[in-house]
């Protein structure tokens, strides 16, 4: 490699490292609504309460949330009165507050089941660090399964844990499948731009190092 290439490619790396955020994914993975099939214990509910837990630094890889449910219809497994829920969130950080009270669906996990498969780039994806609770399902870098659930929409998810196809215009209704109830992590345009900036600007910076060097020694 020549050593022009070798600086640029060293600086973009050492941007990437220093300015990723706190999170573990480079790309959203698409969300798969079949992965439902893997948990253990699905059910409708409304949310009760929730707690950010920081074991360590705050807005780092071991924050996790503990949302409690309030089971009102099971689907799949066993749950019932208010069900606390570990999760662990590899795509953007779990919320520093959940706010809604409005009926959702939940799907979930024991600590000993596999998830759903990586289908992004790449991951970071730590143990559990509550195996005496349910676990949240979500792929890797992709969105978790709580989800809105209005009564009409029972009889399509009781269709997809039977393994029919399930009917995402029927789901949505009109609007995009995200999950409304879930209030994402605030953040800033550094926050969600950091990664690409930092590589512009080292590459920027390489490239003006390589310029001077040139007029240098012409």
């Known amino acids: 490699m020549k050593r022009p290439q070798a600086i640029i490619a060293g600086l973009l790396l050492a941007a990437a490292a220093v300015s990723q955020p706190a999170n573990a994914c480079l790309d959203i993975a698409p969300f798969v609504m079949e992965d439902m099939?893997?948990?253990d214990v699905v059910f409708i509910g409304k949310p009760v309460a929730y707690e950010?837990?920081?074991p360590d630094e705050p807005d780092t890889l071991s924050d996790y949330g503990l949302l409690t449910?309030?089971?009102e219809q099971v689907l799949k497994g066993s749950a019932s009165g208010d069900v606390v829920l570990y999760w662990w969130?590899?795509?953007?950080?779990v919320p520093e507050t959940f706010e809604t009270s409005d009926r959702v669906?939940?799907?979930a996990i024991n600590s000993s089941s596999?998830?759903?498969p990586l289908r992004g780039a790449s991951a970071t994806v730590l143990p559990t660090q509550r195996p005496d609770l349910l676990q949240i399902l979500q792929a890797p870098c992709s969105g978790p399964f709580i989800l809105p659930a209005s009564p009409e929409h029972d009889p399509l998810f009781q269709a997809l844990l039977r393994g029919e196809p399930f009917d995402e215009d029927a789901y949505a209704a009109g609007e995009e499948l995200e999950r409304k109830a879930v209030p994402k992590k605030s953040a800033n345009w550094w926050e969600q731009n950091a990664i690409p900036a930092g590589i512009i600007a080292a590459a920027t910076l390489c490239f003006a190092i390589v310029g001077l060097r040139r007029i240098r020694f012409r």
């Open 37 to 39: 099939r893997q948990a």
């Open 52 to 54: 950010r837990i920081s």
């Open 69 to 71: 449910v309030h089971a």
């Open 89 to 93: 969130n590899s795509t953007f950080a």
């Open 105 to 107: 669906l939940i799907a």
């Open 114 to 116: 596999n998830g759903p």
